[in-house]
Every structure is written in C-alpha cells, then in structure tokens.
T-cell receptor, first 115, second 114 residues
Framework: AQTVTQSQPEMSVQEAETVTLSCTYD???????LFWYKQPPSRQMILVIR??????QNATENRFSVNFQKAAKSFSLKISDSQLGDTAMYFC????????????FGTGTRLTIIP | KAGVTQTPRYLIKTRGQQVTLSCSPI?????VSWYQQTPGQGLQFLFE???????NKGNFPGRFSGRQFSNSRSEMNVSTLELGDSALYLC?????????????FGPGTRLTVL
C-alpha cells in the first residue's frame, strides 16, 4: 500500500515570494507517478504538476517546479513569484501504473498568499 | 470539451436514508473514480470503474456501491446513511487506456447527513 505524508498543515507567504511545500511518500513499487494538486476554495481539484518516477529530471510548469528525490522518497513543490491566486489547499498524491487509477493523497497543506 | 460534471452539487439527507450521486465524465473517457473528502480522513479512494466494470476498490464498507453505464456515466450509491458519511464526494475521469492517464476532477457533491 502507498502512503503520502505532508508535514506542513498550513503555510503563508508574501505575494511574489517563493515557497516550498514538502511531501514524502512510501511505496514498494518502482514505477509510479507523483502529483501535486491544487484545491482552491471553489473545491475544484486541479492538477498542478506531475513527475514520472523513472525520470530523473525534475518537472517544471511555469512558476511551479518539483524537487524529486527518489531514494529519499521525497517530492517537494516550489512555487516561485507567488500570486494571490495560488491561495489554496495543495495535495501531494501518488499513483501506480496503468490499470490502477487510484490516487493516494496526503493530508494537504493550506497555503495562503498574503498581499 | 465539457469537463466532468457531478449532480447534484448539494444534498441533505437524514440518517438511515440512501443516496445516489451521479458523475458524467469527459467525452471519450472510460474510467471514472470516486473519492470521499472529509476534514478528518482527508481524500480517500472509494472505487474506480472502467468499461462498466469495477477495476479498483478502496476500503469502504459494502454500503458504498457504484456502477457505470455504457456511456461511461457513473453513479455511486450509499445506503443506510450515517452521520460520518457527510463529506464532499469527488469523481474523476480519465481515458483509462494509456500508460499514464491524467485524471480530471469534477466540482464534487456536498452530502450532509442529519
């Protein structure tokens, strides 16, 4: 079974600053996918970024990037130049391979961007 | 393309009743997954349907059931409702056929059990 741990229940940062959200996970599988999802107050879950475990290169999507350390089973999210619209709950999740759509989520980090 | 839709968006029931929630996936998607989100337990996987067959199942009691129709629309049913079933129920759809499938979430159904 997979487990995902997010040790920061809440974080806040000034607008335009950089913030890093932490995530550790555990799985006995060698091939899997890691995700960061954003859930704003509207409750719509939105995919922010994904990382394939077999890729050593860290994924980036505009202002969002990850630091993926496979041996340490660590998957942190860095948000650069934070914006007010980044205020949301952020969930880290892991998914196994094809044929298994189940996402295992962490408990989430509530991020507040302060104007 | 239209996104994932869920109906109803809000629902109030009393203990002991049963409820049916509906999820319409993105056109062409054949996989639908259901999640329960509560403040105490977080996001938990209920089950996944692919081509009208349950492909994966989480650790929920038999009161929680689902089905998928030939047009990929899915329903989940909760019988004999308990107070602890109050939650946001999210569904997600994906093509279900590729090695990696991005899942797209619906807006959720907020169920309140009184």
């Amino acid at each position: 079974a997979q487990t995902v741990t997010q040790s920061q229940p809440e974080m806040s940062v000034q607008e335009a600053e950089t913030v890093t959200l932490s995530c550790t996970y555990d799985t006995s599988e060698n091939n899997y996918y890691l995700f960061w999802y954003k859930q704003p107050p509207s409750r719509q879950m939105i995919l922010v970024i994904r990382q394939e475990a077999y890729k050593q290169q860290n994924a980036t999507e505009n202002r969002f990037s990850v630091n993926f350390q496979k041996a340490a089973k660590s998957f942190s999210l860095k948000i650069s130049d934070s914006q007010l619209g980044d205020t949301a709950m952020y969930f880290c999740a892991v998914q196994l391979n094809f044929g298994n759509e189940k996402l295992t989520f962490g408990t989430g980090t509530r991020l507040t961007i302060i104007p | 393309k239209a996104g994932v839709t869920q109906t109803p968006r809000y629902l109030i029931k009393t203990r002991g009743q049963q409820v049916t929630l509906s999820c319409s996936p993105i056109s062409g998607h054949r996989s639908v997954s259901w999640y329960q989100q509560t403040p105490g337990q977080g996001l938990q996987f209920l089950f996944e349907y692919f081509s009208e067959t349950q492909r994966n199942k989480g650790n929920f009691p038999g009161r929680f059931s689902g089905r998928q129709f030939s047009n990929s629309r899915s329903e989940m049913n909760v019988s004999t409702l308990e107070l602890g079933d109050s939650a946001l129920y999210l569904c997600a759809s994906s093509p279900g056929t590729e090695f990696y499938n991005e899942q797209f979430f619906g807006p959720g159904t907020r169920l309140t059990v009184l």
